[in-house]
C-alpha cells in the first residue's frame, strides 16, 4: 500500500516540515511493540543515506581498513555482545565464536522497515539553511560487538558534537569503505537537545578466501583454519584470531620470518589473505682457519678446499626458497655430517625493499685437516725390517670423497690396505654411491693366543687377502648397502709358513689345506641420526646386517653372520663447556650377533681389547659363536682440543665358546664374561682424534689401549 505522510518537527527551535512517500511495511506496533515518534526527513532532509561519497571537493577522503598502505590488523577488544531484540518474530541467526548472551544465539537485527540500497550519496538532499545540528546520542543498530566497535572507532560524528549532512555522507562512506558492510544507513530521531543519529548495517557474509603472497601456504590450510568464519556474518575478532593461527602455523612449520599482513575484506563475500613470506636470495660461503677466522695471516681471504658448488648441491635450503629456519639448521646439520667441517655456522640478511623480502645467507664454514701422509718404517714380527708409506684424503677431489692407500713392505713380506668410496648423495638420488676395496696382511691372532701355541711353538698369525666392491643408497629412513666380498685366510708360523694345527691337536681352518675362501654377500641398513658423526654429541645411529658366505673355493663355507649395534649419545651441562668438535655428552653402546651353520675358529666373535672390553688383552675375555657388548662413557672436554672420558664395558659370549671348532675360548682358559672400567683423553689432531684409555678389569689387571676415534 502506497502512501503520503506529512510531518512537523522541531529541531533547535527551528520548524521543519518533511514529505515522505513510499510503501507501508509491517508496523511494529501492530505487535504490541512500543514505538518512539521520530522525524523522518524528506525533500530538505534525508531520513536516510547510504553509500560512498562521490564528491572530494566536499567530503573528506575515505579511510579504508586496514588502510590499503598498512599491514596492521585492528584489533578489538572483547565485549558483550549487544542484547536480543524484543519482537518474538525477529529472525535468530547464530554468529560463530562470540559469547552468547543469556545461553542464547546473538541476534542479527534486522531493519524494522527495509530501506532502500543507496550506494550514491550525491542524491541526498542537502540540509538547507541548517549547518550544524548537536548529536546528542549515536546508536548503531545490526552489528555485533566487534563491528559496532569498529564502526564507532571510524566514524566522525560523536554525542556531544554537532553534526553536518557532509559529515553523515562521510560516515557512511567511511562505513562502506571498511569492506566489512554490504549496506549502511543512517537515521536522525530529533529530540529537545538536538538529534539521535542511528547508524543500521548490514554486515557482509564471508563467502570466500583469496591469498596475496603465498607460496607454501596452501588455500586448504588456510580454508581449514577459516572454516569457523566461513558463510557466516564477518566477525574482524575472529578474522584476527585466524590470522594468528596463520602465524602459529607458519612458526610450527618454521617459517620463522613469514606471518600476516593484511585482511582485506570486501562487500562481495570475499576475504584476502594477504601475507608475506621472505625468500632466499644469494647463497655464499666463507671459510675459516683453526683460529676461527675468515683472513689469513697473510691478509688473505681463507681459501677453502671443498668445492662451493658440492657444499650448495648438499643443501635443501636453495635461493628463491621461502626462507624456513628448521631447514636452515637441517642443512647446518648435514653439512657437519658430511665430516667435512669442524664447525659450520649460518648468519642471515633480510632486505625488507624487496617485494617479497629476501633473505641472504653466508654459512661459515671451518674445514677438517682431510689428508693426512705417514712414512715410518722399523721392525715388526710380520714383517722384519720394514718400511711404510700412508695417505688418505677424507676430501678427495673436494666434494667428499674418500681415498686411502697404505702399504709396508718388509724382508718378510708384502702389506697393504687400499680403498675408494664415493658416498651416495641425496642431491644426485639417481645415482648410487660405491666403495672398492683390496688388502693384504697379516696379524696375531685374537682368537688363538700364545697361551696355546702351534704345534711348532710359534704364536699364530693370521694372514689375509682379498677384496670386495659394495654399493649404497637409501632405502626410506635407513641408509643400505649391499657388497660382496671375498677373503683368502690361512694361519701361517713367524717364518711365514703354513701350520694348520695348535699344540694341542685343534685344526684351526676348515680345510685341510690351511687355506679357506671365504665369499660372502653382505647387507647393512644403518639409521644414523647423529651430530657430527666423527665425534658425535647428539643422536643415535643402529646398524643391522647380514652376511652369507657362498660355499666357493676351500672349504667351501656355508655360513650366516647377523649383527646388531645401537649407539646412543645424550648431551649434558654440567661442566657448561661442551662443543660440536668437544663435546660433553653420555654415550650408550650396545651390540651384538650369532654365527649360523660352519663357523671358521678365526671368524668367531672375540671379546677382550681396544675396541671391545678395555682392561683386557685382545680376545683375552672369550671367542664364541654369539655375544653381547655393552659401553657406557661420560666424556667431556679438558681444554682445546683435548677431552676426558669415564668409561665401563661388559661383554660375553653367552655359553657359546665351546660351539666353536676346536674351542678355542675353552683350550685358553676364556671366561667368556668379562668386566672393565677405567678413564681416558681425547686429543684432537691433524690425523684424527687420537684415543688413549687405561682399564682396569674385574680380575683386578690393567692395561693402557690406544687408537683412533672415539670408541663408538
Do not use: C
Request: net charge negative.
Amino acid at each position: 500500500m502506497e502512501y503520503v505522510r506529512v510531518g512537523l518537527g522541531f529541531l533547535g527551535g527551528l520548524a521543519i516540515a518533511s514529505l515522505s512517500i513510499g510503501a507501508i511495511a509491517p508496523s511494529p506496533a501492530a505487535a504490541g511493540e512500543n514505538v518512539q515518534p521520530s522525524v523522518e526527513f524528506g525533500g530538505d532532509l534525508p531520513f536516510s543515506q547510504g553509500g560512498p561519497a562521490d564528491s572530494a571537493d566536499t567530503n573528506p577522503p575515505l579511510p579504508s581498513w586496514p588502510a590499503a598502505d598498512t599491514s596492521e590488523v585492528l584489533p578489538y577488544p572483547d565485549s558483550d555482545p549487544p542484547a536480543a531484540a524484543a519482537t518474538e518474530d525477529l529472525p535468530i541467526l547464530p554468529y560463530p565464536n562470540v559469547p552468547q548472551a543469556s545461553g542464547t544465539e546473538l541476534p542479527i537485527l534486522p531493519y524494522p522497515e527495509e530501506p532502500e540500497r543507496v550506494t550514491d550519496p550525491s542524491a541526498l538532499p542537502e540540509l538547507e539553511g541548517v549547518e550544524a545540528i548537536a548529536v546528542t546520542e549515536v546508536t548503531i543498530v545490526g552489528a555485533a560487538a566487534d563491528l559496532e566497535q569498529l564502526i564507532r572507532e571510524v566514524i566522525q560524528v560523536q554525542p556531544g558534537e554537532t553534526v553536518t549532512q557532509s559529515q553523515l555522507q562521510s560516515d557512511v562512506a567511511t562505513i562502506l569503505g571498511t569492506g566489512f558492510f554490504t549496506n549502511a544507513t543512517v537515521r536522525l530521531t530529533p529530540g529537545l537537545d538536538g538529534v539521535a543519529v542511528t547508524y543500521r548495517v548490514e554486515p557482509m557474509v564471508v563467502r570466500s578466501l583469496q591469498l596475496a603472497g603465498a607460496q607454501v601456504l596452501t588455500p586448504d590450510v588456510a580454508t581449514e583454519i577459516f572454516a569457523p568464519q566461513i558463510d557466516r556474518p564477518v566477525s574482524p575478532q575472529l578474522l584476527e584470531q585466524r590470522a594468528t593461527q596463520i602465524d602459529e602455523w607458519y612458526l610450527d612449520q618454521g617459517y620463522v620470518l613469514s606471518q600476516v599482513v593484511g585482511l582485506l575484506p570486501d562487500p562481495s563475500g570475499v576475504v584476502t589473505i594477504e601475507v608475506v613470506e621472505p625468500v632466499v636470495g644469494d647463497i655464499t660461503f666463507r671459510f675459516l682457519d683453526e683460529t676461527g677466522s675468515g683472513i689469513d695471516e697473510d691478509g688473505e681471504v681463507v681459501a677453502g678446499r671443498t668445492r662451493e658448488d658440492f657444499i650448495l648441491r648438499e643443501l635443501e635450503l636453495q635461493p628463491g626458497d621461502v626462507f624456513n629456519q628448521q631447514t636452515a639448521t637441517e642443512d647446518l646439520q648435514e653439512l657437519i655430517s658430511l665430516g667435512l667441517f669442524e664447525d659450520a655456522a649460518i648468519e642471515l640478511s633480510v632486505d625488507e625493499q624487496d617485494a617479497p623480502p629476501t633473505v641472504d645467507l653466508t654459512y661459515s664454514l671451518q674445514e677438517r685437516l682431510a689428508r693426512s701422509f705417514q712414512v715410518s718404517g722399523g721392525v715388526s714380527t710380520e714383517l722384519g725390517l720394514f718400511g711404510a708409506v700412508n695417505y688418505s684424503d677424507q676430501n678427495f677431489r673436494g666434494i667428499g670423497e674418500q681415498l686411502r692407500f697404505g702399504t709396508q713392505v718388509g724382508s718378510r713380506g708384502l702389506n697393504f690396505n687400499t680403498g675408494f668410496t664415493s658416498p651416495y648423495r641425496e642431491s644426485s638420488p639417481n645415482r648410487l654411491g660405491y666403495s672398492i676395496n683390496a688388502f693384504r696382511g697379516s696379524t696375531l691372532s685374537r682368537t688363538f693366543s700364545d697361551e696355546v701355541p702351534l704345534d711348532n711353538g710359534d704364536d699364530a698369525r693370521e694372514r689375509r687377502l682379498g677384496g670386495g666392491v659394495s654399493v649404497m643408497r637409501p632405502l626410506g629412513e635407513w641408509d643400505a648397502e649391499l657388497g660382496l666380498n671375498y677373503a683368502r685366510t690361512s694361519i701361517r708360523d713367524s717364518d711365514g709358513d703354513l701350520t694348520n694345527n695348535d699344540a694341542e691337536g685343534n685344526q684351526l681352518t676348515i680345510s685341510d689345506s690351511g687355506i679357506d675362501d671365504l665369499v660372502t654377500v653382505g647387507f647393512d641398513i644403518t639409521q644414523d641420526r647423529r651430530l657430527n658423526p666423527l665425534n658425535p654429541s647428539d643422536g643415535s645411529i643402529l646398524t643391522l646386517g647380514t652376511e652369507q658366505s657362498l660355499p666357493i673355493g676351500n672349504g667351501s663355507i656355508f655360513m650366516n653372520r647377523l649383527r646388531a649395534n645401537y649407539a646412543q649419545y645424550v648431551p649434558v651441562g654440567l661442566l657448561g663447556s661442551g662443543r660440536i668438535s668437544n663435546p660433553e655428552v653420555f654415550a650408550f653402546n650396545l651390540q651384538g650377533g650369532a654365527v649360523l651353520g660352519e663357523l671358521p675358529p678365526y671368524e668367531a666373535f672375540d671379546l677382550g681389547g681396544t675396541n671391545s672390553i678395555r682392561g683386557y688383552r685382545e680376545g683375552e675375555v672369550g671367542s664364541g659363536r654369539t655375544y653381547i657388548l655393552a659401553s657406557a662413557e661420560y666424556r667431556f672436554p679438558i681444554f682445546g682440543g683435548v677431552g676426558g672420558v669415564l668409561f665401563t664395558d661388559f661383554g660375553s659370549d653367552l655359553g657359546s665358546g665351546n660351539s666353536v671348532q676346536g674351542d678355542p675360548a675353552g683350550e685358553r682358559d676364556k671366561p667368556g664374561t668379562g668386566f672393565g672400567y677405567g678413564l681416558g683423553v681425547r686429543i684432537g689432531s691433524p690425523i684424527g682424534l687420537i684415543r688413549a684409555d687405561f682399564g682396569f678389569n674385574n680380575n683386578g689387571d690393567s692395561r693402557f689401549h690406544f687408537g683412533f676415534g672415539q670408541r663408538f
